[in-house]
Every structure is written in structure tokens, then in C-alpha cells.
């Protein structure tokens, strides 16, 4: 029976997207296999968090690597907390590694694919990479490292030769796949999207009822850097009218920003929640009527907004601002599940919130678009079917 050691900064009790996709994975295999998973003793909206250094999950045994404890708030402490993981992790490997291991590493912290590489050079493991983010390529483009810097260039030279060495990577989006296939050195590449739980029909049936009072426009997850929130600060100034109310749910610089400005002028029909469990998220999205999904345009290609999935799970429709061209738009096109519009025009957001107010049929049509993409493309049980398939091949 294989053993299949999979590594990630966050796991299971955290509530976070790269913990929750990583807890499912890790599950589903160990019907069959022998799984550890090795993982930070943090939570990610609680770095104080000193969860137990061994556990037992389902049959998933937990190890908890000691990390600094700095949090995500400044960048240097952020980085403290990277490398004292990194080599938590390197250092495990080097003790406890086996041949004809599995290593699959996630992609937080950034070179984690690197680290495992390092820590079982010559030891017959074999390597997967599961690429959440394309780094540096996302923070450079971003502004948040020079791509000219010699660090730069050294983060690109280690992430290619991670990926060239690696036995298997697997990417969350096609427009993913197709940047880094002219660096994989022809190593193995396989695109399975990201997943949310099945929440079935929706039990009160919220978009059939014709609403000719107000819109509850949602968004569930991270509000970061890759997340630009000039459109929605417009959006704070000029939505007053409490027929448009917003509901934000989630951590990350921008959705404090946005929370403090939306305090700052009293709206009243702005409420901001922390981020949620995951037993609450069929009734957190079935809350709104539409969620927003937002995506700086300058990290097409290299970041995919995981929170798409469960809004379809939910039967809701998508407002994304972002690229009208990039990949988000071109499913909510496809798929028929919702609309896309720029992300730094929140005059235009406005007028066709207030649109959709007043034709609440479109928003019953693009709810079952959704729901019907979920089913057809995006559940976790055609995901994790995939992802057997492609560890066949390691």
C-alpha cells in the first residue's frame, strides 16, 4: 500500500480554501492508502493557534510542524513564518522519508514544491506538485517583488526546476496549464479544477420567489492583494439605498479596508462577518441572491478563484469584475450562470445591481445555470475521481 505524505501550511480544523480542498484529498485517499499529512500547528485567521502537534483523522494521521507565528498583516513576518515551515518540512523529510513515498505539496507557503524536492533528492520518492498559484509570476505582476530582482529571477530558476523534477503537477485551471507547460521541461501536466460540497437544492427555493423589495449581494472568502477593490469602494460611497444590501464574509487587507470605509460612512446596508465554518457555507451563499468574484485582470493565467464552486454548488449567479476576457468570464459566458463587468467601474456594478433588483427572472435563470455547471462539471465527486486517475500515473 502506497504511502502518501501531503503537505500544505493549513489543515483540517481550518476552515480555510487550501485546507478544505487538502482535507477532502486527503480523506478520499485514505480509503485506501496510508496518508500524513504534514501542516502548520496554526489557523490561518488565528496564527496564535497552538492546535496539537499529533492527531488522527479518519484514519489521516496529522503532523504539526513547530512555524513562527507572525500572521499574514506584514510582509516580513509573513515571510518568517514561510521559511521556518519550509524547513519544518525539509527537515521531516530528510528524517522520516521513505522510498516509494508520494509527496504531494500544495503551494502554500511559496516553494514548498522546491523544498520537497531539496529533501528527497536520491531517495526514490516520487513528487506531485499541486499548483494553487503560479509563483512569482503572480507576485511580480502584482507589484509585490521586482520581476527584474535577482530574488525574482532566483524564486522563477528554483520554481522551474521544481516543476521540471516533479513526477506529476496538477493545476487548478486550464489558463494555469497552458503558462506552465512551456517550463515543465515536459514533466507530466494534468488541470482538475477545485471543488465544493454538493449542497444539494436549495430547501427554501429563495431565487423562485419574485423580490421587488431588495438585492443581498454576497462574497465569501479572501479579499487580498490579487483582489482589487476600487470598484467596490465606489460601491460603498454611492450604494446607500438599502434596496442593494451586501453581506461580506472572509478575511484577507482588502475586506478590512472595505469594512473600515463601509463604517466610516455609516452603511448601513453593508455587514461584514468573519470567515465562516464549513458546515454554515450552504447557508451563508443561499443568504445572497448574487455573489461577487473578483479578480485582478494582471494575475489571469496564474491564480483561479476557488469560491466559483461553492456559489455554483449554491445555485447562485456570479457578478464577476475582472477581465471580460480572462477565464472567470469565460465560464460565467459558457455556462450561462451569471455576468461579468470591469473591476475598477463601480458606477456600472451599481446600475445593473439595480437592473437585476428590478428583473429578478434573470436572476432565477443564471441561479440555475449555475447549478446546473456544478452538477455537470464542478462537483467533488467528479474531482476526486480525477485525481485518482492522474495518480495513477505515479
Excluded at 83 to 90: G, M
Excluded at 146 to 168: E, F, I, T, V
Excluded at 197 to 208: I, K
Aim: proline share 5%.
Amino acid at each position: 500500500m502506497a504511502r502518501y505524505i501531503l503537505v500544505n501550511r493549513y489543515f483540517h480544523p481550518d476552515e480555510s480554501a487550501t485546507s478544505q480542498f487538502l482535507t477532502d484529498l486527503a480523506l478520499h485517499l485514505a480509503a485506501r492508502h496510508d496518508v500524513v499529512v504534514l501542516t502548520s500547528r496554526q489557523l490561518l485567521e488565528n496564527p496564535a493557534a497552538r492546535l496539537p502537534a499529533r492527531d488522527t483523522v479518519d484514519g489521516v494521521r496529522i503532523r504539526r510542524l513547530w512555524s513562527t507565528a507572525w500572521g499574514r498583516q506584514r510582509l516580513p513576518g509573513r515571510m518568517l513564518d514561510y521559511l521556518s515551515f519550509l524547513a519544518a518540512v525539509s527537515l521531516w523529510l530528510l528524517a522520516r522519508v521513505r522510498r516509494n513515498d508520494i509527496v504531494l505539496a500544495k503551494t502554500d507557503p511559496p516553494l514548498l514544491g522546491t523544498a520537497t524536492l531539496l529533501a528527497t533528492l536520491g531517495r526514490g520518492v516520487r513528487r506531485v506538485q499541486w499548483i494553487q498559484d503560479v509563483f512569482p509570476e503572480a507576485a511580480t505582476r502584482l507589484g509585490i517583488l521586482d520581476r527584474r530582482s535577482w530574488l525574482a529571477r532566483l524564486l522563477a530558476l528554483l520554481g522551474r526546476l521544481s516543476l521540471r523534477r516533479s513526477d506529476l503537477a496538477v493545476t487548478v485551471s486550464a489558463g494555469m496549464l497552458s503558462r506552465l507547460a512551456s517550463s515543465a521541461g515536459g514533466a507530466p501536466l494534468a488541470h482538475i479544477p477545485n471543488w465544493a460540497d454538493d449542497f444539494g437544492p436549495d430547501p427554501d427555493d429563495r431565487n423562485g420567489r419574485e423580490r421587488n423589495t431588495r438585492l443581498v449581494v454576497g462574497y465569501s472568502g479572501n479579499l487580498g492583494r490579487a483582489h482589487p477593490i476600487e470598484g467596490l469602494l465606489q460601491l460603498v460611497e454611492h450604494a446607500t439605498d438599502s434596496s442593494v444590501e451586501f453581506l461580506f464574509s472572509g478575511g484577507g487587507v482588502h475586506h478590512q479596508r472595505l469594512r473600515q470605509r463601509a463604517q466610516q460612512l455609516n452603511r448601513a446596508n453593508w455587514a461584514f462577518l468573519p470567515y465562516q465554518p464549513r458546515g454554515r457555507l450552504a447557508e451563508l451563499l443561499r443568504r445572497a441572491d448574487l455573489h461577487l468574484v473578483v479578480l485582478d485582470p494582471r494575475v489571469e493565467g496564474c491564480m483561479f478563484p476557488s469560491k466559483v464552486y461553492g456559489i455554483l454548488s449554491a445555485g447562485r449567479p456570479i457578478l464577476h469584475l475582472g477581465d471580460p476576457q480572462g477565464e472567470v468570464a469565460q465560464l460565467v459566458r459558457e455556462q450561462r450562470c451569471g455576468w461579468s463587468l470591469r473591476a475598477d467601474d463601480g458606477a456600472q456594478v451599481l446600475a445593473l445591481l439595480q437592473q437585476l433588483r428590478a428583473e429578478p427572472h434573470r436572476l432565477r435563470e443564471a441561479g440555475r445555470g449555475a447549478r446546473a455547471a456544478y452538477e455537470r462539471c464542478y462537483s467533488r465527486t467528479l474531482a476526486l475521481a480525477r485525481w485518482d486517475e492522474v495518480l495513477r500515473r505515479v
